[in-house]
């Protein structure tokens, strides 16, 4: 195996994760579509982390909590969408990693803070949307849409593309 590559093994493995993530971030945003009132608007005013301003700010105004809430539910359904089909993979990724952080900073598991609703898998700094995120970085850096996914298929047609023609 050249340097710099990932092995079959650790290729299915990766690509294995961003089909679970995928799934994650489809099912919420699937789950926020078809609910019949779903608003971030509690999340946001709960908000205890360093941008809680800026947070409760999105939830202040109805016309731009509906901005907010139509983002989070059509973002969270795409990136899982593009995630679970290797589709713009490197694209998905590091857009799942802004929601996410921007979930985790609303939010933050941070010693002191008290909130409404508890904590599932929270454990000081680290929380499961922190470990999300870091999966999320191994699947934007290893290409994982290329080697299992509409991504292998797009590049190929485009690599085709820009062959020079034959004479």
């Known amino acids: ?3 710099g590559t990932l092995s079959r093994v650790q290729m299915v493995t990766v690509v294995a994760l961003r089909v ?8 919420e945003g699937v789950s926020k579509l078809t609910a019949d009132a779903w608003s971030a608007k509690g999340y946001l005013l709960q908000s205890r982390g360093p941008l809680a301003e800026v947070f409760r700010w999105m939830a202040a105004d109805p016309e731009r909590l509906a901005t907010v ?3 989070n539910m059509w973002g969270l359904t795409l ?6 089909l290797g589709c713009f ?11 996410i952080l921007l979930f985790y900073l609303c939010n933050p598991p941070f010693v ?3 909130y409404s609703i508890p904590a599932e898998g929270s454990y000081l700094i680290v929380n499961k949307n922190l470990v999300e995120l870091a999966a999320l970085a191994v699947i934007l850096v290893t290409g994982s849409g290329r080697a299992a996914g509409l991504d292998r298929i797009i ?3 485009l690599k085709k593309r820009d062959r020079p023609a034959d004479s």
């Open 69 to 71: 809430d139509q983002l």
């Open 112 to 114: 002191g803070y008290f």
């Open 155 to 157: 590049h190929g047609l």
């Open 79 to 84: 990136i899982g969408l593009g995630l679970i």
């Open 20 to 27: 679970l993530i995928g799934w994650h971030f489809l099912y």
């Open 1 to 3: 195996m050249k340097e």
């Open 89 to 99: 993979t490197r694209l998905a990724s590091a857009s799942g990693i802004v929601v």
